[in-house]
């Protein structure tokens, strides 16, 4: 079997992802897109891997925040830790055997949090996820955009914030910035997706944005 897709879910924090990955996962094999045995996998950063479950700890638990933080840096070395290990052991040899991705975030959250949020230099933040990546790029990556103010009140429920969640609301703008920065700039790789309206209609939105991806990867064979 050929090389798989990686398709990313992206956004700020409270946008949805999660409701919509599992119901793009639900929906991919009774779409008629997929090949005969075509496996679909759902994974997310940080964290999918055994080490990368300890990193998501060391990284987003909120009591690291008060006893010594996190220096930015060590922010994005972790993140990229994390990523590195994901590509090498699961995304990598998955896609090499024909399977589907379905990844809730990857290398543009490392763009968006530490480059835009967090301030780190662009070019360096570029460098550091090739390392980590070693070259693997999304296929397709959905951003789902909404406003920090719905967006909380949507994560509102999940009970206490991580780490991440709680910065302020001047950092959670400029993530959503650095997410529509990276959208104008790659507009083959990322799709805006209009995270205000209801979920059922996003999910449309989600299945159209597929369906038509897909006959352009069809095309190109
Ligand atoms: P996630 O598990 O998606 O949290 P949530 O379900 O609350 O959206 O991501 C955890 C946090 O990590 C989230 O605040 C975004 C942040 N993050 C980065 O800052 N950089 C990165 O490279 C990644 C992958 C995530």
Known sequence: MGRG????????????KTTQLQRLQAWLPTSGLLRPGQGIYCTYEPGATRLGQYLRRCLLEAKHSTQEPIADRAELLLYAADR?????????PRLQQGE????????????????????LDLDLIAQVNAIATAGLTSDLTLWLDLDYDRARARSQHRGNPDRMEQAHRDFHDRVRQGFQALWQANPDRVVRIDASADVDAITIAIQQVVRDRWQVWDQDG
């Open 5 to 16: 897709k990686l398709i990313v879910l992206e956004g700020i924090d409270g946008v949805g």
């Open 84 to 92: 590195a290990q994901h590509v090498a052991v699961d995304l990598k």
């Open 100 to 119: 589907v991705i379905l990844c809730d975030r990857y290398t543009d959250s490392t763009v968006a949090y530490q480059g835009y949020g967090r301030g």
